[in-house]
């Protein structure tokens, strides 16, 4: 069956950066997209990129350009996601999704929980 | 940006029908996914390509896109049912959220 396991909660000072992992199984790795969504605290989901894992090309929203970094390492089947320059809005669970190449969001990883306070 | 809107909160009977709507410009020009989040859980993909349904789902939960508005419709909807649900709009340069709609069934 097929699983997304992300790495544990994380707590980091303002200005430092984070990186969450997305470790998946059950599938071919480099078959499907990985994506990102982050939920702050009692707000709603906020979609923040994909990454192909087949040959590492990757997209970030608008919002998170030049901040966010997404890599993979096809050898243990993982993908990974650094915020940098990290601030408290930036508090909040981070999910890795994996799509079915039917515009939408199949699989869900446990989610990671970001705590950014000084 | 894109944007997509939909009600911050819907209240039905159990047995009764809800429809929850997600607005966005020509929404139907892309594709509509819908979630169901309860709390401390991850998103589940209860609708995807405006109106199929994952394996799993069940047959109460139906979807539709036309024109600017795609509607989540729960039949019968039962208690089990309350949750959040987002809306989220896909195309190759989009994949936006929805703000989400709090149904209660009560």
């Known amino acids: 069956q097929v699983q997304l396991v992300q790495s544990g909660a994380e707590v980091k000072k303002p200005g430092a950066s984070v990186k969450v992992s997305c470790k998946a199984s059950?599938?071919?790795?480099?078959?499907?997209?990985i994506h990102w969504v982050r939920q702050a605290p009692g707000q709603g989901l906020e979609y923040m990129g994909w990454?192909?894992?087949?040959?590492?090309?990757?997209n970030s929203a608008q919002k998170f350009q030049g901040r966010v970094t997404m890599a993979r390492d096809t050898s243990i089947s993982e993908v990974y996601m650094e915020v940098s320059r990290l601030t408290s809005d930036d508090t909040a669970v981070y999910f890795c999704a994996r799509d079915s190449g039917t515009y939408s969001l199949t699989y869900w990883g446990q989610g990671t929980l970001l705590s950014v306070s000084s | 940006s894109y944007e997509l809107t939909q009600p911050t909160s819907l209240s039905v009977s159990p047995g009764q029908t809800a429809s929850i709507t997600c607005s966005g410009d020509k929404l139907d020009n892309k594709y509509c996914a819908w979630y169901q989040q309860k709390p401390g859980r991850s998103p589940v993909l209860v609708i995807y390509q405006d109106k199929k349904r994952p394996s799993g789902i069940p047959e109460r939960f139906s979807g539709s896109n036309s024109g600017n508005t795609a509607t989540l419709t729960i039949s019968g909807t039962q208690a089990m049912d309350e949750a959040d649900y987002y809306c989220q709009a896909w195309d190759t340069t989009t994949k936006v959220f929805g703000g989400g709609t709090k149904l209660t069934v009560l």
């Open positions: 990454i192909n894992p087949n040959n590492g090309d990757t």
């Open positions: 059950g599938y071919s790795f480099t078959g499907y997209y």
